[in-house]
């Protein structure tokens, strides 16, 4: 059973920012991406690599996104994550996510301290699944 921090994260968030969001259909970002939006979240997708020519909004960074984001979803590698953490303290969310296999207590440290959540290797559609039985 998950603990209620992360399903009351989830009730009381309405968009994410998936970083590593992958154009391919098949890849996990996406399903994970395309699971999140049939649940009710607006989904905000990341990468530098990807152009406007796609189905969701994509930004080159999570400082781009004009909106609040109250979930940094991340699909990158635990070594790519120091990189994130100063745009994650400048759109201050309510949670990072770091799914399954991704983790990196040390850089992680400013935002627990800044008072986001963060949840670290754990899938956010498999935890949602179990919170509300999407």
């Known amino acids: ?25 098949f890849k996990t ?26 189905d969701l909004p994509v930004f080159k960074s999570l400082t781009d996104i004009p909106y609040r984001i109250d979930i940094v979803n991340i699909f990158r590698r635990s070594e790519d994550i120091p990189g994130l953490i100063p745009d994650i303290l400048k759109i201050n969310p309510r949670g990072v996510w770091l799914q399954i296999g991704i983790r990196n207590d040390e850089a992680v440290a400013p935002l ?3 008072g986001i959540t ?3 290797d754990e899938c956010i559609k498999i935890v949602h699944s179990m919170c509300f039985g999407g």
Do not use: H
């Open 118 to 120: 963060v949840i670290q």
């Open 29 to 54: 970002s996406r399903m994970i991406a395309d699971y999140l939006i049939s649940n009710g979240y607006e989904i905000a997708g990341v990468n530098p690599n990807l152009d406007g020519d796609f």
């Open 1 to 25: 059973m998950y603990n209620s921090s992360e399903c009351e994260l989830l009730k009381n968030s309405k968009r994410i920012a998936v970083v590593g969001l992958s154009r391919n259909p």
């Open 112 to 114: 627990i301290k800044n």
